[in-house]
């Protein structure tokens, strides 16, 4: 589903590259930890395969596409195939949450889509916003104001968002930093559970490696740009084939 071949990334001319000579393969649904100290370069590599910093050489290919080359609506259709689930929840707060769920779908929504929408939503848009949140375990906050949610059930209203976006890969960039150890379990075990669910492939950075170890099929440990080791494992939510 994901292929990464050769990836050099360099920020600047003259720049020490970010990530260098990296490959890597992801199978569908499968569920990867990305682990690794400060500046190892795990966002670098979630910008790159979202396609927001360019490839000095190598490839990153999704579905058979390789970002880099597909333009226009090809390019579109890519992104929309990619979920994002940041650090930081970047829903907005004054927002109802079934507003945020469905932000999910705007690539699939014209813009004149997307204003009815917020000013009248129509019952199976919203029922679409009820069944991702429904997944997530947060359905009773449909139509409560966002920033009123604590912060775990915030990540998962980013979760539902994302599912919403149907993406074939989902990157979450730590997504359990500013959780407290107790919700970064429930987190983490609800975002691979629906993950394998759907059969959507993640890839998850991550500092805790217990946590790696605990909930993902493999764990790949990133060290100045490069993998420095690759483990293979079979996680306690079961085997993803
Ligand atoms: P991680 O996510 O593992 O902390 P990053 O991908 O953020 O690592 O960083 C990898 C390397 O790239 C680091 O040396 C960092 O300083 C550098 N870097 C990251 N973002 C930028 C940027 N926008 N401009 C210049 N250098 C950057």
């Not at 990296?22 to 990305?34: M, P």
């Not at 889509?113 to 679409?128: G, I, K, T």
């Not at 407290?180 to 629906?194: E, F, G, K, N």
Request: hydrophobic content about 45%; some cysteine; glycine content about 10%.
């Amino acid at each position: 589903m994901l292929a990464i071949e050769g990836l050099t990334v360099r920020y600047g001319k003259g720049t020490a590259p970010a990530l260098r000579e990296l490959s890597l393969s992801v199978a569908a649904g499968e569920r990867v930890a990305l682990v690794g100290p400060s500046g190892s370069g795990k966002t670098t590599l979630f910008r790159a395969i979202s396609g927001f910093v360019p490839a000095e050489a190598g490839r990153i290919v999704i579905a058979g596409t390789e970002i880099g080359r597909a333009r226009g609506r090809r390019l579109r259709a890519m992104r929309r195939g990619i979920g994002v689930i940041a650090q930081q929840h970047d829903l907005v707060d004054r927002m109802r949450v079934y507003q945020n769920v469905m932000a999910g779908a705007l690539g699939r929504w014209s813009t004149l889509h997307a204003l009815r929408f917020l000013l009248w939503p129509r019952h199976v848009e919203l029922e679409e916003a009820r069944s991702a949140l429904e997944r997530v375990g947060v359905a009773e906050k449909l139509r409560a104001r966002t920033g009123e949610l604590s912060g775990g059930q915030q990540q998962r209203v980013a979760i539902a968002r994302a599912l919403v976006q149907q993406p074939v890969v989902m990157l979450a960039d730590e997504p359990i930093a500013s959780l407290d150890p107790d919700l970064s379990q429930h987190i983490l075990s609800l975002l691979c559970r629906v993950a394998g669910e759907a059969r959507i492939t993640l890839l998850c950075s991550l500092h805790q490696h217990d946590l790696a170890e605990r909930y993902f099929d493999r764990i790949v440990r990133l060290q100045d740009g490069v993998i420095s080791e690759r483990e293979s494992r079979v996680s306690q939510l079961g085997a993803v084939s």
